[in-house]
């Protein structure tokens, strides 16, 4: 009678509401958002470095992928499912927009995030965040190839931190990553193709012409 007596009590409804809200937090949220990024980054990063030729030398050591909750790793390959087919439509325009960049230590983030910001400059949309991944991998491999492999290896961490700041919240009100798998999953490159430029949780306005001012503005974030 005494323990039931305990568990029912006031104090100890307001303790589990307490903990309930705890778990459940804005903070605690934005908190598994961001290492949910980092883990997609490092997924899409990982799996494309390790295509490049000197990786297949045996020349280029790539850390591998920490351990992820099997939902995760679904989630994972999803967005870089999509985020590759993003950067094969886009190829040409990714890769002379990395080219273009030139990352410093001190200037790395903020240039990322300079470029980030402009895809997402008139809205928040499924396609964008998976162009957000794509642009992510092409840099990659861009930086790899100018031998810049330790600032590769901070990129997941610029993705968590960016998502977080600007896009997290928008993430979560459509559902999270669960909401990407639903929306994707099931579909062929050309379904995906015809979703990021043609649908509402697509890249819409973020079209050929958009990727080239894209390209102006990094020209003004090399000088």
């Known amino acids: 009678m005494a323990a039931t007596a305990v568990f029912s009590s006031p104090a100890m409804h307001r303790l589990c509401s307490s903990l ?17 990024c980092q883990s997609i980054a ?12 000197l990786a297949q030398a045996g020349s280029l050591a790539i850390p591998p992928v920490g351990q992820i909750s099997p939902s995760m790793h679904r989630v994972a390959k999803v967005v870089q499912r999509v985020a590759g087919e993003v950067e094969k439509r886009y190829n040409t325009q990714f890769n002379d927009m990395c ?16 470029v980030a910001n402009e895809m997402f400059s008139s809205g928040v949309n499924w396609g964008r965040i998976a ?4 642009f992510v991998t092409s840099l990659a491999w861009s930086l790899t190839e ?23 919240e928008w993430i979560a009100s459509k559902g999270s990553w669960n909401a990407f798998v639903q929306e994707f999953e099931r579909k062929c490159p050309d379904e995906i193709t015809y979703d990021i430029e043609n649908t509402d949780c697509g890249l819409t306005k973020l079209n050929i012409a958009t990727l080239f001012g894209l390209l102006i503005a990094t020209a003004f974030l090399t000088k």
């Open 131 to 134: 162009a957000l991944f794509a």
């Open 99 to 114: 080219c273009k960049l030139r990352l410093t230590t001190t200037t790395a983030y903020a240039t990322f995030a300079a």
């Open 42 to 53: 490092h997924f899409c990063i990982y799996n494309k470095l390790k295509t490049h030729p």
């Open 20 to 36: 309930e809200s705890s778990v459940d937090s804005p903070t605690t949220q934005r908190r598994e958002l961001k290492y949910e």
């Open 146 to 168: 100018r031998g810049h492999i330790g600032v590769v290896e901070r990129m997941p961490d610029w993705v968590a931190q960016f998502v977080e700041k600007n896009v997290g």
